[in-house]
C-alpha cells in the first residue's frame, strides 16, 4: 500500500499559530482489518484515535501535539473520609466511579490525587505508614463501551463495562472480556486483601478492574504524588523521604532520597524539578538529573503548590499569612501577594494568568481568592453551599473546580462570570454543584484535573489504533514509523511505540503494552494488535511529527515441505513419513518387516523407520529465524533382494535431507545416506557415504546420491533400476514452498 504524499514544514507547539482544539476519546474506533496496514493520510490515522495531537492544515497526513495539551475531561476528588477516590465529568457534572485507595487491613484517608499522562489517577494515603512505609494506589481510565452483566449481555446497571472501547487503561485481570469497575458514587467494589495478598502492594483483590496498581512507598503517611515527564511517579511522606516509582507497574525506580524536607503537596515542573512542601526543613526543590537538592524556608510558602502554565513560574501558599508567594523556577522569591482571606491551602494556576487560591478548611469559609500573575487581586469568588475550600484545579475546558471539606461537595468555577473586579477581570462564579455524599471530607490540594502535568510537563499526545489480522493466533511482526520525510523528532523530543494483542478485541484490555522498536521484529501472537504512539515535546514545546506508522504481521512467505520413506518398491510403500509431503510435520513411522515381491524382484526387510520434524512446530506462532528448518530420516536396518539373476545383501541404510535457515536468513538445504555393507552375488562392495554408480545384469544400481535444487534437497541412499520394476531404500526429502499468494516466497522470510 503506498499513498501519495507532501512537503510539510516542521511545526513546533510554541509556533502553531491556529487554535488547535483536540477531543478525549468518547466513542469506540472499529478495528482496521489486514495483516499489512499503511498509516499515513489524515484518513488512514482518523481510523485510531487521538488524543491530544493532531492532522490540522497546514500539517496535514501527519500527527504532532496540539498546542495546548487537551487533558481527559475528569476531576478525580479524593473522598479522604470515606477512603475513596470520586471522578466527576467536568462537563456533565456526572460522577463515573468511586474506587477505594487501599485495601481492607491497610490505611487510607487519601488526601492528594494526580493524573498521569494516560489519563490514570494517582492517590496517597496518609494513614499508611506500617513497617515504616506508606502507600500509593493508581485507578485506570476507560472511555466508551457498555453496560453488561457478567454474561455479557447488556444491562444499564450492569457491573461490567463491554468492549469495544474508545480509551482504556483498566485491567481485565480475570480474562473474561469485560472491565469490572464501579458504576458512580456509592458503587464502591471490596478490596479484601484476603490473606494479606496485597498488603504488601498489588491488587490481586480488588473486585474492581480500574484499579491497576498499589504500591507500598518509602514515605510514611504519603501525601506527594507528582508525575515526571517520563511518566513516572514521584511519591514522598511524612518523613521525608521522596522517592520514583514506576508508571508502567508501580514499582521502586529509585532507592529513597531525603533532604530533611518536603513530604506534603507536591509538583514536577517543566525542567523536571520535584517541588515538595512543608515537613522538616519545608519546602523541598530537588533536581533529580544531578541528584542536588535544598530546602527552602518559610518565606517561600509553606502549604499548597502550583505552577503558571505559560512561564513555568511557582505559586506557594503561606497557610496562615493571607499571602501566596511567586517563585521562579531556581526559587528566587519573585513577589509575595495577598489573596483575600487569612488562611490558604491549595492553589491553580490556569492559562489566562490567574491564580486561584483555596481559603482554607476551617468551618464557615466560603470563598476562593482569584488574582492575576502579576498579583493584581481580582476578588474572591463566593462558594454558595461550599464550606471548607481545600483544593482547587483547572479542568479541560479552563473552568476552576474546588472542593468543600465541610460541605462534602465538589463546585466548578466559571472565570469569566461573576461581576468586575480588580483589573477589570471577572471574579468568577460557581456554575456547577457536585454532591459528593455523606462523610466524604473530600481534601485534594492537588493536581486533580492533570492540568499540572498535561500543559507544562513535557506536553505529551497519544494516537493508537486496533488493527484485525483476521485469524486467531495470528504472529505480529514488526512496526515501522517515520518513513518518510516529513517525520521528525528533535532533540529532547521523542515517539514511543508499544503493542499488545489478543485474540479478542476485548481481550486486549487484560494485555499489558510492551516497547516495540522501529522495524525491528518482534513476537506478539492473537488475532488483534493494538499499537500505541505516544509523542512528548521537550521544555521548549517543540513537537515530534509522526509522518507514517505500518503495522504488519511477522508471517512467513512459505512453508517447508518434508518426507521420508523407508522403501518403495514399484509404488508399494512401506514406513513413509509425512505423506502429504507439505507441509512438513512431525511425524514417524516404524514396520517391524516386510516380504514383498514385483515383477522379477523380491525383496525382504527388517526394521524398517522414517522420521520427519519441522522446527519450530508452529510456523504461524513465531516469526522466522536461524535454525528455523525442516528435516527428514530414513533408515532400514536389514534388506535382501532377489531375482534369477542377481542377490543383493544390504546392512543398515540410513539417508537424511534438511533444510534450515541460515543467519542471513536464506534456505541452506544439505543430504547424506551412509549404507553400512553390500554384498552382490555374495561379493562384497566397500561403499560407505560415497557416491556410487553400479552396472548390473538386470539394470543399474545407484547408492548414495543427492539431488539439490534452488528450493529442494532429494537424499537417496540405494536406488535399483530395472527394466520391469524399480526399487528404493532410504529416500529423504526436504522443500521450501511458496505460499499461493507470494510467488518466490520462504518460510525463512516475511
Known sequence: MVHPRRSLALATVGALLLPFVVGVPSAS????????????????????????????????????????????????????????????????GEIVGEWLSAP??????PSRTTVDKLGNTWLSNRNEDTGGQGSVARVGVIRGGTRANADGTANPAGDYLKGPFGYNTCADRDGDGLIATSRGLGDIRPWTNAGGVDSDGGVDTAADECLITYSRVAGTNTRTVAVDADNNLWTGGSNTQHQLISGADGTPLSAPVSFGCGGYGGLVDKAGTLWSARFGANLLRYEPDTAT?????????????????????????????????????????????????????GVAVDMDGNVWVAHALDFGTMTVGHLRTDGTFVGNVTLPGGNGPTGVAVDTNGKVWVTNIHSNNAQRIDPNAGPVGGGGFPVGAVDLTVDLGAGAGPYNYSDMTGSVLGEITAPVGTWSVVQDGGVAGQTW?????????????????????????????????????????????????????????????NPSGDTPVLSDLRIRTSERTGVFSCQATALNLAGIIVARANPPDVPCVDDSKTVANVNLSSGILNV????????????????????????????????????????????????????SASVTCDAAMNPVFAGKSRIASLRINGLAVDVGSAPLTIPLVIGSLQLNSTTITADSVVQRAFALDTLLTDVVLGEAKANVEPLPREPGGSPCRV
Not at 489524515?42 to 498546542?67: C, E, I
Not at 499488545?500 to 488475532?527: C, I, M, Q, Y
Not at 530414513?634 to 539373476?645: G, K, Q
Not at 543383493?648 to 541404510?653: A, F, N, P, R, W
Open 104 to 109: 481492607e487491613g491497610r490505611g487510607r484517608n
Open 29 to 92: 474506533a472499529a478495528p482496521v482489518p489486514g495483516e499489512d496496514v499503511l498509516y499515513t493520510l489524515d484518513a488512514d490515522f482518523d481510523q485510531g484515535v487521538l488524543q491530544d495531537v493532531n492532522h490540522d492544515a497546514p500539517n496535514n497526513d501527519q500527527l504532532q501535539l496540539s498546542r495546548q495539551s487537551v487533558f481527559f475531561p475528569f476531576v478525580n476528588v479524593a473522598a479522604s473520609a470515606r477512603g475513596t477516590m470520586v471522578r466527576i465529568d467536568v462537563d456533565t
Open 477 to 537: 511482526g514488526t512496526v515501522t514509523w517515520n518513513t518518510e520525510a516529513e517525520g521528525s523528532v528533535p532533540a529532547g523530543t521523542s515517539i514511543t511505540v508499544e503493542a499488545r494483542t489478543s485474540d479478542t478485541e476485548a481481550g486486549l484490555a487484560g494485555e499489558t503494552f510492551t516497547p516495540v522498536s522501529n522495524g525491528v521484529k518482534f513476537a506478539r501472537v492473537g488475532r488483534y494488535i493494538e499499537v500505541r504512539a505516544t509523542l512528548t515535546a
Open 293 to 345: 537538592g535544598a530546602c527552602l524556608d518559610t518565606t517561600h510558602g509553606d502549604y499548597g503548590l502550583g505552577m503558571d502554565p505559560v512561564t513555568g513560574e511557582i505559586w506557594h501558599t503561606q497557610v496562615n499569612s493571607g499571602n501566596t508567594v511567586k517563585l521562579d523556577p531556581a526559587g528566587t522569591i519573585l513577589g509575595t501577594f495577598p489573596h483575600g482571606h487569612s488562611r490558604a491551602q
Open 604 to 655: 525382504r526387510a527388517n526394521a524398517l523407520t522414517a522420521k520427519t520434524d519441522q522446527t519450530p512446530d508452529d510456523l504461524l506462532a513465531t516469526p522466522p529465524a536461524p535454525g528455523d528448518g525442516s528435516s527428514a530420516s530414513a533408515r532400514v536396518e536389514y534388506t535382501r533382494i532377489s531375482t534369477l539373476l542377481v542377490n543383493i545383501e544390504v546392512g543398515v541404510i540410513e539417508a
